[in-house]
Every structure is written in structure tokens, then in C-alpha cells.
């Protein structure tokens, strides 16, 4: 009989922010299987839980971490994955490992807990019934400014991780390219100096470059495209038609400039001059 691999989430900041049962998977299973052994001891101390480590498995390593992970299960250990912070695979490594064991049949069961991009989407404002994680911001410059070109017109709110080193250049490009949109920079968040600023990027720029320098992990929303949905439904309308209805139901000129910038959210002297046309 195979063993089972738990994917164990653990605090992001705050040691209390962990499950009961992360607690006493982390107690039951043979191994656990850490990104890196120095950062989880923290939990593992803190909640007095003695389960020994498998070599740590980290990004550049999971290739060749796999195979040997594979092995105890198919012997029959049970495993926790655990990343550095938060929940295993989001931005962190694991997938590979996944993967391979969800092929040979093993048992794959998430302990759920937190989760930094969650976190913050629920405390920025924005909306969160429909949202992207898209992970690590591009590292280069043009990659970083087609991708920001490329979520123009996404209408979900997009949630990144971003280093504090990277943080001002990747502001000072939504300023450039998003600059109406709204961001909001969630900062350590569960621990002492946890902080959430809002407004646009060049607003957040603001306040971040009267500081000396920017600490600690970082997570930036920018909100989607409202319009979107809007302008696609223009498009889809035939005006002329709708305009050539109103003057048959002899609707005033006024009313009808107002349903048509209302209605179909056409500027005022498009509106005017569709119904002013001969």
C-alpha cells in the first residue's frame, strides 16, 4: 500500500495562523519534505512537533528530488510538502512533484491554510468575484511592460507577488501604462508591520519614496478594467439602429442623448451628434 502526500500550508507570518490539522498531520507523517529545513524548524519548534526532515526540496532541485520523494511513498511513508511560507505550489516549488505522484497513482490531500495572495485580496477593496493570480512580476524590462500592456483590458482584479528590491521599478511601470487604475501594495502581511496602501501606482510611489527603503514580502492588486464589458456591448449594438428606434418613438433629443451615453456609455458629443444626424 502506497503512503499519502499532504500538502501542509503554514503561516505566512504570524506562527498562530496554522490549523489544527497542519498540526497533526505535521505530528503523523514519516517525513516532511521542506523548501527549506531553517524556516519550517520555526513552526515545528513553536508547536513541538518532532517529525524528522527528507532532504529539502527547492527550486533547481525538484527534478532530481522527485524520484526519491516517489520512492518513499510507493513504500508506503507518509509525506507533508511544505513551502517556506503559506500554501505549497502557489509561487512556491512542487508542482513536478505533484504531478508524479498524482500519475503513480499516490494519494495527493491539501491541508488548506494561508495563503499571502488570498490574504490580500480579501482586505485590498477591490473586487474579488472574479480575480488572476499571476504569480512573480517579469523580471526584464520588456517583459514586464507586455505583460502590463497585455491585462489592459482584463476586467479581473490581478494579484502578483513582488519583491521589495523590484517593487518602485514595477510601480513606476503601471504608473506608465495603467495609470487610472487602482493598486493596492499589501506589505508583511500577519506580521508586526503589516500594511495595506491604496490608490493609484503613482499615489503609492508617493508615499513609498519618502522612505529610505521598502522591507519585507509584498503582494500588489491592480484592479481590472471596468469598462470592458461595457465597451464590448457597445460594439456589439447596432446604434444607428437604436437611435433611428428612439426617433420613432418619439423620444425627445435630450432623453435620447441621455440613453445613449446611459445605456450604451457613448461620450456626450458622440451621443449628440448620432442624434443630430440628418
Known sequence: MTGHLYLVSLPIGNLEDITL?????LREVNLIVAED?????????RYHIKTP????????VESKRVE?????????KDLALVSDAGTPLVSDPGYPLVRAAIEAGIPVIPIPGPTAAIAALVASGLPTDH????????????????????????QRTIILYESPHRLLTTLKEIAKVLPERRVVLARELTKIYEEFLRGSASEILQTLDARSEVKGECVLLIEGEKRSAQ???TESVDVKEVVSLLKKEGISNRTAMKILM????????????????D
Open 21 to 25: 490539522r497542519a498540526i497533526k498531520t
Open 37 to 45: 529545513t531553517r524556516n519550517t524548524r520555526r513552526v515545528l519548534e
Open 53 to 60: 526532515f527528507s532532504r529539502s526540496y527547492y527550486q533547481g
Open 68 to 76: 526519491p520523494i516517489l520512492s518513499l511513498l510507493k513504500e508506503g
Open 131 to 154: 480575480f488572476a493570480f499571476d504569480g512573480t512580476v517579469p523580471r526584464k524590462e520588456g517583459e514586464r511592460r507586455a505583460y502590463l500592456e497585455a491585462i489592459r483590458e482584463e
Open 231 to 233: 465597451k464590448r456591448k
Open 262 to 277: 446611459c445605456c450604451l456609455d457613448l461620450p456626450r458629443n458622440e451621443a449628440y451628434r448620432l442624434i443630430h444626424a
